[in-house]
T-cell receptor, first 115, second 113 residues
Framework: NAGVTQTPKFQVLKTGQSMTLQCAQD?????MYWYRQDPGMGLRLIYY???????DKGEVPNGYNVSRLNKREFSLRLESAAPSQTSVYFC??????????????FGQGTRLTVV | GENVEQHPSTLSVQEGDSAVIKCTYS??????FPWYKQELGKRPQLIID?????GEKKDQRIAVTLNKTAKHFSLHITETQPEDSAVYFC????????????FGSGTQLTVLP
């Protein structure tokens, strides 16, 4: 049981280049998320998907697009990378587990540097 | 939307001492408050959570308290050990909301030997 798997682990891009971060989960969760983590800023939500076929903007969506390809996969695309997008990106999935509780399971993170 | 503030941003304690991290939230509809621990270079993982119908919850050396009236909740770690050194994130959630979790900005806890 792999949990949440995201690729790549590290990436260096030049300003203006594009790339897609891939994420897959094998826990049959409905909800999936993309966060970015910057020093002193915590985890900020970029986009989320409540279910297959739906996506919605989070706190910091500008410069990003997402695709919920199926229930398992949720990708994040940078169309024209900027140095301000240098960050660590985490994909996560979650499921309400009864009694009003929700647990998020995170991927191992992608460290992206834009030069 | 929900806003979660977390303090302090950094905390250093001597091994064996206690550590307290505090969070406040803005949306009175939030009713679920988890805490995540992120060790250096690793992914965040859930360590303890509390629902709004409970004022306190303990799990060995860690405990969470919740004051719904004041809209704040805290993480308490007793008898700290070097392996407690990590970044801790609080979060708040309106159960059933698709957006689900709003995280605080994190606290870097360092336990000094």
């Amino acid at each position: 049981n792999a949990g949440v798997t995201q690729t790549p682990k590290f990436q260096v891009l030049k300003t203006g280049q594009s790339m897609t971060l891939q994420c897959a989960q094998d826990m049959n969760h409905n909800s999936m998320y993309w966060y970015r983590q910057d020093p002193g800023m915590g985890l900020r939500l970029i986009y989320y998907s409540a279910s297959e076929g739906t996506t919605d903007k989070g706190e910091v969506p500008n410069g990003y697009n997402v695709s919920r390809l199926n229930k398992r996969e949720f990708s994040l695309r940078l169309e024209s990378a900027a140095p301000s997008q240098t960050s660590v990106y985490f994909c996560a999935s979650s499921q309400s587990r009864g009694q009003g509780k929700t647990e998020a399971f995170f991927g191992q993170g992608t460290r992206l540097t834009v030069v | 939307g929900e806003n979660v503030e977390q303090h302090p941003s950094t905390l250093s304690v001597q091994e064996g001492d206690s550590a307290v991290i505090k969070c406040t939230y803005s949306d009175s509809a939030s009713n679920y408050f988890p805490w995540y621990k992120q060790e250096l270079g690793k992914r965040p993982q859930l360590i303890i959570d509390i629902r709004s119908n409970v004022g306190e919850k303990k799990d060995q050396r860690i405990a969470v308290t919740l004051n719904k009236t004041a809209k704040h909740f805290s993480l308490h770690i007793t008898e700290t050990q070097p392996e407690d050194s990590a970044v801790y994130f609080c979060a708040a959630s309106i159960t059933g909301s698709a957006r689900q979790l709003t995280f605080g900005s994190g606290t870097q806890l360092t336990v000094l030997p």
